[in-house]
């Protein structure tokens, strides 16, 4: 049990350090080739920061661990508005851009919503069991590739000054950095999956479980820092539009790719998860389109913090709660 905790803290440092790795080196090829910062930032920037939760899901796709899939995407997602919002809103009011009000917070409650959709084929279609099929993924990832276009055009539009700090390198340097940044992933990504199973088995807790609260967690720490490091550099409206994004991407792509590797069978016992996602991503919306200044303030943080951690205490003891 020891060895399997040690590999698993082993497995997130390697998971963290091999995407960051990834993007130095991914950056530094990409400005060789002169490839605008734009396109830099927005592509591989931006899809190296959900480098983690992509490659743990795509191993446990190709193990066939439903439930760590879909419990890593949601706990993803629920972590970064409930805990990653809600500790930053404590260092600062955060503030969004018009564009992130109207369209990527609707966005991200649309793929919420779709996740629900996609997985309630007992009640939607009669069906006899709950999937996450091929044909959704596809639907999915489509949806991430409009998203992605969509980014790409706003940016060049409206930041056409956009600069992203890249470290100039020679191309061998380049390749290796990359070369190690995606060895860095694999196994780190495959040592969490790994020692996250034999946890769960040796403890008796559901996988689910050990997604939503364990992995999920870990696998969102470069949110957590990249948002706490936008409000001390006093950009606040990236706080938030980093938060959003990566869950664009974790619904559309990440889960889109997985279902697209293995149809993800969908318990009963993940609609809990699927509603919280929602709920977080509706009180988000809410907040926002109430507020005349586009801001969340200090006790809305408050209120994510506590949803989250009443959450926590609601899956780990569950019997507690039962009226």
Same mark, same amino acid.
């Given at each position: 049990?020891?060895?399997?905790?040690?590999?698993?803290?082993?497995?997130?440092?390697?998971?963290?350090?091999?995407?960051?790795?990834?993007?130095?080196?991914?950056?530094?090829?990409?400005?060789?080739?002169?490839?605008?910062?734009?396109?830099?930032?927005?592509?591989?920037?931006?899809?190296?920061?959900?480098?983690?939760?992509?490659?743990?899901?795509?191993?446990?796709?190709?193990?066939?661990?439903?439930?760590?899939?879909?419990?890593?995407?949601?706990?993803?997602?629920?972590?970064?508005? +409930?805990?990653? @919002?809600?500790?930053?809103?404590?260092? /600062? =009011? %955060?503030? $969004?851009?018009?564009? !992130?009000?109207?369209?990527?917070?609707?966005?991200?409650?649309?793929?919420?919503?779709?996740?629900?959709?996609?997985?309630?084929?007992?009640?939607?279609?009669?069906?006899?069991?709950?999937?996450?099929?091929?044909?959704?993924?596809?639907?999915?990832?489509?949806?991430?590739?409009?998203?992605?276009?969509?980014?790409?055009?706003?940016?060049?539009?409206?930041?056409?000054?956009?600069?992203?700090?890249?470290?100039?390198?020679?191309?061998?340097?380049?390749?290796?950095?990359? +070369?190690?940044? @995606?060895?860095?992933?694999?196994?780190? /990504? =495959? %040592?969490? $999956?790994?020692?996250? !199973?034999?946890?769960?088995?040796?403890?008796?807790?559901?996988?689910?479980?050990?997604?939503?609260?364990?992995?999920?967690?870990?696998?969102?720490?470069?949110?957590?820092?990249?948002?706490?490091?936008?409000?001390?550099?006093?950009?606040?409206?990236?706080?938030?539009?980093?938060?959003?994004?990566?869950?664009?991407?974790?619904?559309?792509?990440?889960?889109?790719?997985?279902?697209?590797?293995?149809?993800?069978?969908?318990?009963?016992?993940?609609?809990?998860?699927?509603?919280?996602?929602?709920?977080?991503?509706?009180?988000?919306?809410?907040? %926002?389109?109430?507020?005349?200044?586009?801001?969340?303030?200090?006790?809305?943080?408050?209120?994510?913090?506590?949803?989250?951690?009443?959450?926590?205490?609601?899956?780990?003891?569950?019997?507690?709660?039962?009226?």
């Amino acid at each position: 049990m020891i060895v399997d905790i040690f590999l698993l803290a082993i497995g997130f440092t390697l998971l963290i350090a091999g995407a960051g790795k990834l993007i130095d080196g991914s950056s530094a090829i990409a400005r060789k080739f002169n490839i605008p910062d734009i396109v830099i930032g927005l592509t591989i920037v931006s899809l190296g920061t959900s480098a983690p939760e992509m490659v743990v899901n795509i191993l446990a796709s190709v193990k066939n661990e439903p439930a760590m899939v879909l419990g890593n995407v949601l706990g993803s997602n629920i972590f970064n508005v +409930l805990m990653v @919002l809600g500790i930053t809103t404590l260092f /600062g =009011k %955060l503030k $969004v851009k018009r564009n !992130t009000t109207r369209l990527e917070i609707p966005l991200s409650l649309l793929g919420a919503l779709l996740v629900f959709v996609t997985a309630s084929d007992v009640l939607l279609d009669k069906q006899s069991f709950n999937i996450i099929s091929r044909i959704d993924g596809i639907v999915l990832l489509s949806l991430a590739i409009i998203f992605l276009v969509y980014n790409l055009e706003l940016a060049k539009k409206e930041n056409d000054d956009v600069t992203v700090k890249i470290k100039e390198r020679p191309i061998l340097i380049s390749v290796l950095w990359l +070369l190690a940044g @995606l060895a860095g992933l694999i196994i780190g /990504g =495959k %040592l969490i $999956v790994e020692s996250a !199973t034999a946890i769960s088995r040796a403890f008796g807790i559901s996988e689910r479980i050990i997604a939503i609260t364990v992995i999920s967690v870990g696998t969102s720490l470069p949110e957590l820092a990249t948002s706490l490091m936008a409000v001390k550099k006093g950009k606040v409206d990236l706080a938030i539009g980093n938060v959003v994004g990566s869950n664009i991407i974790n619904v559309f792509l990440i889960l889109g790719l997985s279902a697209l590797i293995h149809p993800i069978n969908v318990a009963i016992n993940s609609f809990p998860d699927i509603y919280m996602n929602i709920a977080a991503s509706l009180l988000l919306f809410l907040f %926002l389109l109430f507020s005349k200044k586009r801001e969340l303030g200090r006790w809305q943080g408050i209120i994510f913090l506590a949803i989250y951690i009443g959450y926590i205490c609601f899956l780990l003891f569950p019997h507690n709660f039962k009226l």
